[in-house]
Antibody, heavy 118, light 108 residues
């Protein structure tokens, strides 16, 4: 069974950093690209970015709203995808989801809540 | 960036009725790279439709997707109580991936 479990969320002050992890199981992690999405409280879904698998070049793309502040990486030996978030802003508050794939993902984690507030 | 506009914002219907949700793109979505998701409170989104009209695994056949170019539709033929939720369309033809603002399907 495919499982994605996000962790690392919490309360953080504006300007600080946080790293989210997405631990995968039930499939060959290295064969798949991984994506991050987020959802502000009471709002719609927003794409954050994705990282392709090595066979597809391992390239990474980001939404304009996070480019230069967020970094997506992966450790295929541990089956974990990461989202390093620096220079956090109040508008980064929301639930962050990781997904398998970068087109129309069918597997989503349960999400982890990030709250940016002083 | 492709902007997706969903209508209506809220749809009030009764179980057993037919629901028609619309998603319009600001430019043509190549290869019909459009998906639909259902989201219930406190849950992650659930993929329903990809490629504009292909049903996700195990999706009941009362759900169907159609359309091409800039106009896409999600139809639920006979609403069941568990279908009342928020629905999003998403394009994955290019980056940035974008979503519509959502349609809330509520019980009348």
């Amino acid at each position: 069974e495919v499982q994605l479990v996000e962790s690392g969320g919490g309360l953080v002050q504006p300007g600080r950093s946080l790293r989210l992890s997405c631990t995968a199981s039930g499939f060959t992690f290295g064969d798949h690209s991984m994506s991050w999405f987020r959802q502000a409280p009471g709002k719609g879904l927003e794409w954050v970015g994705f990282i392709r698998n090595k066979a597809s070049g391992g390239t990474i793309e980001y939404a304009a709203s996070v480019k230069g502040r967020f970094t997506i990486s992966r450790d295929d030996s541990k089956s974990i995808a990461y989202l390093q978030m620096n220079s956090l802003r109040t508008e980064d508050t929301g639930v962050y989801y990781c997904t398998r794939g970068y087109s129309s993902p069918s597997y989503w984690g349960q999400g982890t809540l990030v709250t940016v507030s002083s | 960036e492709i902007v997706l506009t969903q209508s209506p914002g809220t749809l009030s219907l009764s179980p057993g009725e037919r629901a028609t949700l619309s998603c319009r793109a600001s430019q043509s979505v190549s290869s019909n790279s459009l998906a639909w998701y259902q989201q219930k409170p406190g849950q992650a989104p659930r993929l329903l439709i990809y490629g504009a009209s292909s049903r996700a695994t195990a999706l009941p056949d009362r759900f169907s997707g159609s359309g091409s170019g800039t106009d896409f539709t999600l139809t639920i033929s006979r609403l069941e109580p568990e279908d009342f939720a928020v629905y999003y369309c998403q394009q994955y033809a290019n980056s940035p991936r974008t979503f519509g603002q959502g349609t809330r399907l509520e019980i009348k």
